[in-house]
């Protein structure tokens, strides 16, 4: 069963890189790395998905190492609107293993 | 394009009642999901419809039953309530099965049992 580890919360001010970092040891060969955002009172939205290197979209970047037993998701230029839950989900292979975990709260103050 | 909408938005129930959360997407998807999620805790899969006409449990089904009725709706019913089920309900869409698809997530059902 698939699991990801990632911090409880993390700090940060306006305008700074954010890289929140996920373990997920067990990741199976055909298994995609996800990340979902989700503000309070709201479902989780979709950020950004990768399998290995590097994938970058306009909202973040997703750095996978080749041992893919961990990825690192990468905000550039963080504001208070990026204040949220951040989840790391891996695919655990049959669709009714997709954990959520209780995610990265990351706060981001002025 | 509303994309997936749930209601009610709000419930609240004592402990036994019956109720049924709706959910229905317009985006043509094939896949739909049934999650909750407990304060500061992540989304927990209830059950999960693959395609239409099929329905699967998650990892917390029991106290709950699902029903695909078309390919836009996707029903969950709690048959006798009880306040370990209170919690916020987010019903979910995607293109196909797995996290290979995005997923779209409904504004959720904050539901109580008293």
């Known amino acids: 069963l698939a699991k990801t580890t990632q911090p409880i919360s993390m700090d940060s001010y306006e305008g700074q890189e954010v890289n929140i970092t996920c373990s997920h040891n067990n990741i199976a060969t055909n298994d995609y790395i996800t990340w979902y955002q989700q503000f309070p009172s709201q479902g989780p939205r979709f950020i950004i998905q990768g399998y290995k290197t590097k994938v970058t979209n306009e909202v973040a970047s997703l750095f996978i190492p080749a041992d893919r037993k961990s990825s690192t998701l990468s905000l550039p230029r963080v504001s208070l609107s990026d204040t949220a839950v951040y989840y790391c989900l891996s695919w655990g292979g049959s669709q009714g293993n997709l954990i959520f975990g209780k995610g990265t709260k990351l706060s981001v103050k002025p | ?114």
């Open chain 2, 1 to 114: 394009n509303a994309g997936v909408t749930q209601t009610p938005k709000f419930q609240v129930l004592k402990t036994g009642q019956s109720m049924t959360l709706q959910c229905a997407q317009d985006m043509n998807h094939n896949s739909m999901y049934w999650y909750r999620q407990d304060p500061g805790m992540g989304l927990r899969l209830i059950y999960y419809s693959a395609s239409e006409g099929t329905t699967d449990k998650g990892e917390v089904p029991n106290g709950y039953n699902v029903s695909r009725l078309n390919k836009r709706e996707f029903s969950l019913r709690l048959e006798s309530a009880a306040p370990s089920q209170t919690s916020v309900y987010f019903c979910a869409s995607s293109v196909g099965g797995g996290l290979l698809y995005e997923q779209y997530f409904g504004p959720g059902t904050r539901l109580t049992v008293t």
